[in-house]
T-cell receptor, first 113, second 113 residues
Framework: QKEVEQNSGPLSVPEGAIASLNCTYS??????FFWYRQYSGKSPELIMS????GDKEDGRFTAQLNKASQYVSLLIRDSQPSDSATYLC?????????????FGKGTKLSVIP | ETGVTQSPTHLIKTRGQQVTLRCSSQ?????VSWYQQALGQGPQFIFQ???????GRGNFPPRFSGLQFPNYSSELNVNALELDDSALYLC????????????FGPGTRLLVL
């Protein structure tokens, strides 16, 4: 059974600080990883995808992947109150022909003005 | 906005009843996935439809069933509702060739009393 683990939080950071969100996964052969943002009462929105070891930057967001440690993280620089949301880590199956995502429980982030 | 629509937005049912939820996929997307998200949890995969055929199923009992129509819209049917079926039901559409293009609709919030 594939597992994706996240610290449920809440994680509180002051405005302007760096927020660090972490995710571990159990399937050693997983090749791609996704971060979704979900505002309260809303549906998940894809914000980052990463496929290779190392860092991937997109604006204030940086995804970091370490396949050897089965660990993926999301850094949010210059955190804003509008970043307050639940961040979901998601991993698709490693087999071909099936595209469902396995999600972690999510980490709730609060950015304090 | 992702272009994926769901109806109804909210629904209240009693235990033992049946419910049908509907989803219209984003234009050009031929794959629809359904997820159940209980409060405080990440979305859990129910099943996926590709070109009107079921293309994968999660760990849900047979009373959860679905359909996809020639225009790629989809229905999720749940029979014999239980209290634990209370959740946000999310529909996501995608091109089968690109899991990162999985776009979520706004969801249907179901409450079973």
């Amino acid at each position: 059974q594939k597992e994706v683990e996240q610290n449920s939080g809440p994680l509180s950071v002051p405005e302007g600080a760096i927020a660090s969100l972490n995710c571990t996964y159990s399937d050693r052969v997983s090749q791609s990883f996704f971060w979704y943002r979900q505002y309260s009462g809303k549906s998940p929105e894809l914000i980052m995808s990463i496929y290779s070891n190392g860092d991937k930057e997109d604006g204030r967001f940086t995804a970091q992947l370490n396949k050897a440690s089965q660990y993926v993280s999301l850094l949010i620089r210059d955190s804003q109150p509008s970043d307050s949301a639940t961040y979901l880590c998601a991993v698709p199956p490693s087999g071909a022909g099936s595209y469902q995502l396995t999600f972690g429980k999510g980490t709730k982030l609060s950015v304090i003005p | 906005e992702t272009g994926v629509t769901q109806s109804p937005t909210h629904l209240i049912k009693t235990r033992g009843q049946q419910v049908t939820l509907r989803c219209s996929s984003q234009s050009g997307h031929n794959t629809v996935s359904w997820y159940q998200q209980a409060l405080g949890q990440g979305p859990q995969f129910i099943f996926q439809y590709y070109r009107e055929e079921e293309n994968g199923r999660g760990n849900f009992p047979p009373r959860f069933s679905g359909l996809q129509f020639p225009n790629y819209s989809s229905e999720l049917n749940v029979n014999a509702l239980e209290l634990d079926d209370s959740a946000l039901y999310l529909c996501a559409s995608s091109l089968k060739t690109g899991i990162e293009t999985q776009y979520f609709g706004p969801g249907t919030r179901l409450l079973v009393l």
